[in-house]
């Protein structure tokens, strides 16, 4: 056969032998060691190159003098025609490729933050609208969104993905709880169905205990203070607040509630704090059963005992918003029936309806099955009772245990939360109790009068050495407010008695309230110079600047309700009055003391504001409406009853002589600048003048 033609001819002969002279005898040498060539294996371990058909032409082809020709066909074929055997330009041409390939990555431009922001919200939207509309088919597109959370990706994604997160696990969590399946029901032949809802609640479990997992790792305290980090931490606490308010029946209750904890056991308040304590009052609010409020109070009293009650004061606060016994407090009107609307609209007019046919057999079995429905109706509302009371119950043992224990350890900067609760809730208190509790009141109250004692030598003190000493005093008192904790404590001593029975609760639990009664007594002309007497931080804080000198000047703006239920000191004051002249729990008020408050009441209605000047008066007029008699020889001097000269400064009720003395307070008050308290004081001496 003859030889092809070849475009190229190739050297088989080594090339060092045309350097030696010899070339005869290197062709001999040469030929003779053809027998050992191995040029198929050679041609086999050769790199594979790609045919020209699997390339795209994109060039034209040009026409030569053997015709139309394509030039990427052409370069094809001369790359095909190299030598089987290796030479140094491949090996040059391989290696310049990789650099051109290393290089062309390097210089690849990389994707911007706002174009990855927008992917991700695409892709994030994108799989919610899948779990929407079937979720049990497109459950693995949590595990897309909870993947965006991870640590290598921008922080924008990552709150991106946890806000989304949070709100589809709201739409798609069901009104259960999901329990987990036993041995014997995995193994147990189900349908179809029941094997896919099961599937389908397996995985939302065990993607939502991830994601619940998530967020108490975000929201644990690091070392990292950085922007970013702080506010993933704030996205993932409003998550889980959120959750907590949506779904707080479903599984993983107790670690969203102790990322709130966790946060009100710092004592720095900040947006974060806030928002946690809010969220914990609107879930004890929001609470029917009182499960998830009795699952809180034990984790708070756990977490206040772990920390020595070294925390803030609005943490207490909490508890005034709960629900304790407090369903069946309203008494029933004897004038009229209380209906639910269903139940008003059967008692109406009814649209004739078209009476249906139906056998004998048919209504006896209507009519059992009515009774049942009936039975299992009371039955469930009898357990709900039962239960919702034993829980609320164990509530009020833990709330009271910490109040107790705090009045134990007199924290501070906890007294007045401590106090307002009880005021509030004394009446729950067991009888047991009541003797043991008074005599802390007492000596609460003692403890108060020697701050303000010591507290006025300091300040006589210092204003002597006021011309003397040019630097300023630093104040190293504490913040306490001891005029209102001693209002306090009265208030809770005479809320002891509301929720007992009157005709029995003087004479049988054998009460001694008269230190109270004196106490308040002696406090009513201070009371009636403080300049706070109505201040209210609720309300006025705004016409109120800062003090610049105040260490909590940097907690003002993010506590703007530093109490949950503050009263101001004059409302304190006459819930007082009220329970000491007027309630009948405490018996008949005698005359001395009827005599002695009106005759300091109306010296302190001199000295206050307006509001208050007119509060008292209104109190004055119901005392003088049940007790005109008692009291009208104050007005009147033609019928003193008393010997002697009137003592204005005693501490004591019986050592001030009032029935010596005349109301000539009321003269001057209806000089008063405003026309409400002139009106008032008139009010007053016509109601004496009428039930005289």
């Known amino acids: 056969m003859a030889p092809g033609r070849t475009t190229k001819r190739r050297r088989v002969s080594p090339p060092g032998d045309e350097e030696n002279g010899d070339s005869r005898s290197g062709l001999g040498d040469f030929y003779s060691q053809a027998a050992e060539w191995d040029l198929e294996q050679d041609y086999e371990q050769r790199p594979r190159k790609l045919k020209a058909k699997d390339k795209e032409r994109t060039r034209l082809p040009i026409k030569t003098s053997e015709g139309f020709q394509n030039i990427e066909a052409s370069e094809d074929e001369a790359e095909e025609t190299d030598s089987f055997l290796g030479t140094d330009d491949d090996e040059e041409e391989g290696a310049s490729g990789d650099e051109e390939a290393e290089e062309s990555e390097e210089e690849a431009p990389k994707i911007p933050l706002k174009q990855q922001i927008l992917q991700a919200k695409e892709d994030i939207a994108r799989a919610a609208t899948l779990i929407n509309e079937d979720p049990e088919e497109h459950i693995s597109s949590f595990k897309t969104m909870a993947e965006m959370t991870e640590s290598t990706r921008h922080v924008a994604i990552r709150k991106l993905a946890l806000a989304s997160q949070a709100a589809v696990y709201k739409d798609v ?18 349908s179809k169905d029941v094997r896919k809802l099961r599937n389908f609640e397996q995985s939302l479990v065990s993607g939502y205990k991830h994601y619940v997992q998530t967020l108490l790792t975000l929201t644990k305290s690091s070392r990292d203070k950085s922007e970013a980090q702080v506010g993933l931490k704030s996205v993932a606490i409003n998550c889980a607040c959120s959750l907590l308010l949506a779904v707080p029946h479903f599984n993983f209750r107790a670690e969203l509630l102790r990322i709130l904890v966790n946060q009100l056991a710092r004592k720095r308040i900040d947006d974060n704090f806030i928002k946690c304590r809010e969220t914990l009052q609107d879930v004890f609010y929001r609470d029917d059963d009182g499960v998830v409020s009795l699952e809180a109070v034990r984790l708070l009293s756990k977490m206040m005992k772990a920390r020595d009650f070294n925390i803030n004061g609005g943490v207490l606060d909490t508890f005034l918003h709960l629900r304790l016994l407090r369903e069946f407090s309203s008494k029933g009107s004897r004038d009229r029936i209380d209906r639910d609307e269903d139940e008003e609209n059967t008692f109406g007019k009814k649209p004739k309806q078209k009476k249906e046919f139906r056998t004998k057999r048919n209504r006896k079995i209507e009519k059992e099955r009515k009774a049942v429905e009936k039975d299992m109706r009371e039955a469930d509302a009898l357990v709900s009772h039962e239960a919702r009371d034993k829980n609320q119950a164990e509530t009020l043992k833990l709330v009271f245990g910490l109040y107790f224990r705090i009045l134990k350890l007199r924290v501070p900067n906890l007294m007045g939360p401590v106090l307002e609760g009880l005021a509030k809730y004394a ?11 008074l005599e802390a009141l007492k000596d609460l109250i003692g403890h108060a009068e020697a701050d303000e004692f010591n507290e006025g030598e300091a300040g006589d003190e210092n204003a002597a050495d006021e011309s003397e000493i040019d630097e300023p005093i ?32 003087a004479a049988a639990l054998h ?15 201070t009371l009636s110079t403080n300049p706070d007497v109505e201040f209210n931080p609720n309300a006025s804080s705004s016409l109120r600047l800062p003090d610049p000198s105040s260490n909590q000047q940097q907690n003002s703006v993010h506590e703007k309700k530093p ?24 018996g008949l008020a005698p005359p001395i003391r009827l005599a002695s408050f009106s005759k300091r009441l109306m010296t302190t209605a001199l000295q206050v504001p307006e509001k208050s000047a007119l509060a008292t ?9 049940h007790h005109a008699k008692r009291i009208s020889s104050l007005w009147y001097s033609e019928e003193r009853k008393g010997d002697g000269v009137f003592n204005p400064f005693a501490t004591d009720i019986e050592a001030t002589n009032v029935f010596a003395g005349t109301v000539w307070e009321g003269e001057l008050l209806k000089l008063h600048y405003c026309p409400g308290v002139r009106e008032a004081v008139g009010g007053v001496e016509k109601m004496i003048v009428s039930r005289d």
């Open 563 to 586: 109490k949950v239920n503050f009263q101001t000191p004059m409302v304190l004051l006459l819930r007082c009055l009220n329970a000491s002249l007027l309630s009948r729990a405490n």
């Open 173 to 190: 969590i069901p009104g259960y709880r999901i329990r987990p399946l036993s041995e014997e029901e995995t193994t147990a032949k189900v």
């Open 511 to 525: 009460l001694d309230l008269s230190f109270f009664i004196k106490h308040l007594y002696r406090t009513l002309y």
């Open 474 to 505: 630093s104040n190293n008192s504490t913040n306490r407010d001891s005029t209102r904790e001693a209002l306090l404590c009265t208030v809770t001593a005479f809320a002891l008695l509301e929720g007992q029975d009157a005709s029995k609760a």
């Open 427 to 437: 009446h729950m208190i067991n009888q047991d109790f009541f003797g043991d509790l």
């Open 617 to 625: 008066l209104a109190l004055l007029t119901q005392v003088a409406k």
